[in-house]
């Protein structure tokens, strides 16, 4: 069954405490992607990676990392999270077939923070 | 700004109506696809448009990208209140394969 696992699904938090937001997905696919979801504004693309190694910026990247080291992970860390990193997070992946536009992109359940 | 601008933002109405959600920007998307998101879970894609004026049917949807591929449309006949949810757009523009802008979303309620 295709899967893309978030860990942890809720986490309460403080000021400053780095944290990571693991994500696997086991459909071998090279593209991976983090949003973000907050009321009114629908999802927004933090950083997203198209292969190993090969990472990019989305719409909202400031105050977030991510790495790549392996196909199958793409884990979001926020070294010094703030009150206004409070948000629902959602990693994503799709295929990169020849036509990428026309793959699904498949979610995960999302990853609720809240950083007091 | 939001680069794609859905309306209505939040849809109630009853069993058997119909309905139409509106996906909109000033600039030209490569492709548009829409979601349909419930709580507690992630989006998961109904149909994805690619060429102007295209209009794809989905059971009780109808989906329709503007002949300049700005705009996009989501038609609901007979609504039921299984289609409640939160109703995405999204999409991508040029050669930016990776980089998928989601508009703000329509929250419908279908009330029996």
């Known amino acids: 069954e295709a899967q893309v696992t978030q860990n942890p699904r809720y986490l309460i938090t403080v000021t400053g405490k780095k944290l990571t937001v693991t994500c696997s997905q086991n459909?071998?696919?090279?593209?991976m992607s983090w949003y973000r979801q907050d009321p009114g504004l629908g999802l927004r693309q933090i950083y997203y990676?198209?292969?190993?190694?090969?990472?990019d910026k989305g719409d909202v990247p400031e105050g977030y990392k991510v790495s790549r080291k392996e196909k199958r992970n793409f884990p979001l860390i926020l070294e010094s999270p703030s009150p206004n990193q409070t948000s629902l997070y959602f990693c994503?992946?799709?295929?990169?077939?020849?036509?990428?536009?026309?793959?699904?992109?498949?979610f995960g359940d999302g990853t609720r923070l809240s950083i007091l | 700004t939001q680069l794609l601008e859905q309306s209505p933002q939040f849809l109630s109405i009853q069993e058997g109506e119909n309905l139409t959600v509106y996906c909109n920007s000033s600039?030209?998307?490569?492709?548009l696809q829409w979601y349909r998101q419930e709580p507690g879970e992630g989006p998961v894609l109904l149909v994805t448009v690619v060429t102007g004026g295209e209009v794809k049917k989905l059971k009780r949807l109808t989906f329709q990208f503007g002949d300049a591929r700005k705009d996009s449309s989501l038609h609901i006949t007979a609504a039921q209140p299984g289609d409640t949810g939160l109703y995405l757009c999204a999409g991508t523009q040029g050669t930016s394969y990776g980089k998928l802008t989601f508009g703000q979303g329509t929250i419908l309620t279908v009330h029996p």
């Open positions: 600039s030209v998307f490569s492709s």
């Open positions: 994503a992946t799709r295929g990169t077939g020849w036509f990428m536009d026309n793959q699904p992109q498949h």
């Open positions: 459909m071998n696919h090279e593209y």
């Open positions: 990676s198209m292969n190993v190694e090969v990472t």
